[in-house]
């Protein structure tokens, strides 16, 4: 059966056999942030529920347009989950400054479950460090579809439309990823022993590259700092690290880099209560022929303390040709969701939850768009 750690272990035992992770969701109810520390040798189970898309909703929904609410009967009768509504309201309340209208919840909640698998798979795979140091081995997200139309922990819904997190997690499953922490880091001050009072409070920033071939490639290495709060769209970079060429290792992660984020322009705060500076950093493995093999945007959390910019101010632009869309913008941009703008027949995207920073346009296909316009949500997109 499974989970089973066997040598007369308990089951849940991080260094044999496998486990089922649920103390995201269920459980302790731990903040995704901590899928490092709830790592195990092979992850047989965890999740994060998230909305369906919205055409399976109003299909449940039908014609009763009354119940077109996310606390409505229906949609209570269409999510199984023990204790669903708090649940889904800690994890959204705790991370995001959210609307309640339902194309607004159902986009939270798939951003939220894109973030929190992604996050999953991102931390994981940086424990596979190489021979003798393999501390996790794998991790079977539960789950990839649904047998009825519902809210679930499913990232394709019952009529086979996957959510946003089937997209973030397919990133983070590619050959080559890139990934980042960053953790703040509070020293009290030796000179006044007995109070807390004197402090400096910095961030600490680690990077590394995964391999998952079975050979050593050579890459480079591309990292930047964008101010999401600069005055001018022309200050918004702050900091831009030299090329590095670096190894990444065969089947293995491969640490890259770990420092101060002062490095990368974020001052030292002496009170806990300074409002810390909006710094995302932007790391990316290019090829030899500088094609992006792996991007990967850190932005400081939890997203409810960020104060977006106005859409009008983000320099965002959608460009169309048949079924290719182009997306670049002057500021950084969090978890973007694209749909066909007339509500039409629908399009198949090749990407979704994009993060978007200035200098890096992303090109997604969209098969059936036919050259229609394209509709996108984000963070700060004024909806809440």
């Known amino acids: 059966g499974s989970p089973y750690s066997g040598f007369g272990k308990r089951t849940n035992d991080r260094t044999y056999g496998d486990l089922h992770q649920w103390n995201v969701w269920h459980g302790s109810q731990e ?12 992850v047989s189970e965890f999740g994060m529920q998230g909305y369906p898309d919205i055409r399976t909703v109003d299909y449940w929904v039908g014609q009763d347009k009354a119940e077109r609410y996310p606390q409505s009967r229906t949609m209570n009768n269409h999510n199984k989950a023990d204790g669903f509504e708090r649940r889904l309201e800690l994890y959204l309340m705790e991370n995001f400054k959210h609307a309640f209208d339902i194309e607004s919840y159902v986009y939270y909640t798939q951003v939220m479950q894109a973030e929190t698998l992604s996050s999953a798979y991102r931390l994981w795979r940086r424990n596979w460090r190489g021979k003798g140091k393999e501390y996790t081995a794998g991790a079977l997200v539960w789950q990839i579809n649904d047998c009825w139309p519902v809210t679930s922990w499913a990232i394709v819904d019952y009529f086979l ?6 997209f973030s997690i397919k990133r983070e499953l590619r050959p080559f990823t890139v990934g980042m922490t960053r953790k703040e880091v509070i020293t009290y001050s030796p000179n006044h022993p007995n109070t807390r009072a004197h402090l400096t409070a910095d961030y600490s920033l680690e990077i590394w590259g995964t391999n998952s071939t079975l050979e050593e490639k050579t890459v480079t290495l591309d990292v930047k700092t964008f101010d999401l709060n600069a005055p001018d769209a022309s200050q918004v970079l702050v900091y831009e690290m030299p090329h590095k060429e670096v190894k990444l290792a065969a089947n293995a992660s491969t640490e890259l880099f770990k420092g101060s984020l002062v490095e990368f322009g974020q001052p030292l705060r002496t009170k806990q209560s300074e409002v810390p500076r909006t710094l995302i950093v932007s790391a990316r493995l290019l090829d030899s022929d500088g094609t992006v093999l792996a991007r990967y945007a850190n932005w400081p959390e939890p997203f ?43 399009a198949k995207w090749t990407d979704q939850a994009i993060d978007l920073v200035p200098g890096d ?18 963070l700060g997109d004024g909806s809440a």
Request: glycine content about 10%; charged content about 30%; aromatic content about 10%.
């Open 361 to 378: 346009p992303q090109t997604v296909t969209a098969k059936g768009l036919n050259g229609r316009e394209v509709k996108a949500r984000y």
């Open 304 to 346: 409810k303390f960020v104060h977006f910019p106005a859409p009008s101010e983000l320099g965002f632009k959608i460009a169309v040709d048949g079924d290719s869309v182009t997306l670049s913008t002057d500021r950084p941009m969090k978890g973007i969701v694209l749909d066909v703008a007339d509500g039409g027949e629908e």
């Open 161 to 166: 439309r996957p959510k946003p997190a089937y």
């Open 31 to 42: 903040p995704w942030h901590n899928w490092d520390k709830l790592s195990g040798r092979f």
